[in-house]
Nanobody
Framework: QVQLVESGGGLVQPGGSLRLSCAAS????????MSWYRQAPGKERELVAS????????VYADSVKGRFTISRDNPKNTVYLQMNSLKPEDTAVYSC?????????WGQGTQVTVSS
């Protein structure tokens, strides 16, 4: 069955870094565009970053440009989100998303907390 399993979340101090991973299985990973979304308490889910199926193009939310980097390793069926210079407002549940036309898959999410 289809699975997207995120890992790498946790508690980090402001200015610190984390690297999130999302391991995919059960579908043809290399055909899907991949994204990271986040949802903070009391707020709507927002797109953080996206990457095309071959990894040639990326898109970032204005709030994370220059600090976050999305990448993928198709042979390993994994997408990553490198997060640097973290701020308290980056605190949220981060979820992995796969999309091909109208087909969408979601991971369960991983908590990222930025606090001193």
């Amino acid at each position: 069955q289809v699975q997207l399993v995120e890992s790498g979340g946790g508690l980090v101090q402001p200015g610190g870094s984390l690297r999130l991973s999302c391991a995919a299985s059960g579908f043809t990973f290399s055909a899907y565009a991949m994204s990271w979304y986040r949802q903070a308490p009391g707020k709507e889910r927002e797109l953080v970053a996206s990457i095309t199926s071959a990894g040639g193009n990326t898109v970032y939310a204005d709030s994370v440009k220059g600090r976050f980097t999305i990448s993928r390793d198709n042979p390993k069926n994994t997408v990553y989100l490198q997060m640097n210079s973290l701020k308290p407002e980056d605190t949220a549940v981060y979820s992995c998303h796969a999309r091909l036309y109208i087909v969408n898959y979601w991971g369960q999410g991983t908590q990222v907390t930025v606090s001193s």
